[in-house]
Every structure is written in C-alpha cells, then in structure tokens.
C-alpha cells in the first residue's frame, strides 16, 4: 500500500494550488485520510482531516481557505488551497488510516511528500 501525492509548486501569496493523494495497493477500506504539513525547522502538523462524506476538520490557521474531499472510488484526497500566505510554506503529506485486503490496520501510510512555496 502506498500514496502518492502530487500538485505541489510555488505561487505567490493569494494565490490557489490544489493538492492530491492517491492510495493505491491492496486496499479493503480507507477509514480516514488527512494532509499534514511540516514547515522548515517546525514540527508536522494536521492542516484537515476527513473521514468520509463531509466530516472535515481544519487546523484553525487554514479554515476558510483549505476545502479537503476524497472520492472513495478512486481511493483519492484532495486539498483545495485558496488565499495562500508565506506562512503556508510547507511539505504537506497525506496520510491514511485504513485496512489492507488482508484485513489489517494501518493506522498512518504517509505519502511522500510535495512541497509548496507560497511567496510574498
């Protein structure tokens, strides 16, 4: 099992980007996904999460300009990103909390990584 995301670049502040991650592999079900990212010198942080339909979370410093979403059928999470700042500037990860088609658990399958840079 693994992720792959992609949509990464630079843009200038107030600009938009639109992230996605793909899980691909012998997947049974995704419970939840989510996008991490980690600024330089900074510990990771969730910026959203989803589980499924429209149960999103936000990090507050991203709500009202982050839009997370899945499409269950193609085992995909995208982050919609709208007035981005400087301080977006970040690696983002996706990660997934799911079972594979042996029926284990993986709590945290992390994709590799795309880098934005947002400046100003």
């Known amino acids: 099992v693994q992720l792959q995301a992609s949509g990464g670049g630079s843009v200038q502040a107030g600009g938009s980007l639109r992230l996605s991650c793909v899980a691909s592999?012998?997947?049974?079900?995704?419970?939840?996904m989510g996008w991490y990212r980690q600024a330089p010198g900074k510990e990771r942080e969730l910026v959203a999460s989803i589980i499924s339909g429209d149960s999103a979370n936000y990090a507050d410093s991203v709500k009202g300009r982050f839009t997370i979403s899945r499409d269950n059928a193609k085992n995909a999470l995208y982050l919609q990103m709208s007035s981005l700042k400087p301080e977006d500037t970040a690696v983002y990860y996706c990660?997934?909390?799911?079972?594979?088609?042996?029926?284990?658990?993986?709590?945290?399958?992390w994709g590799q990584g795309t880098e934005v840079t947002v400046s100003s």
């Open positions: 990660a997934a909390d799911l079972y594979t088609a042996a029926r284990v658990r993986v709590p945290y399958v």
């Open positions: 592999g012998s997947i049974f079900v995704i419970n939840s």
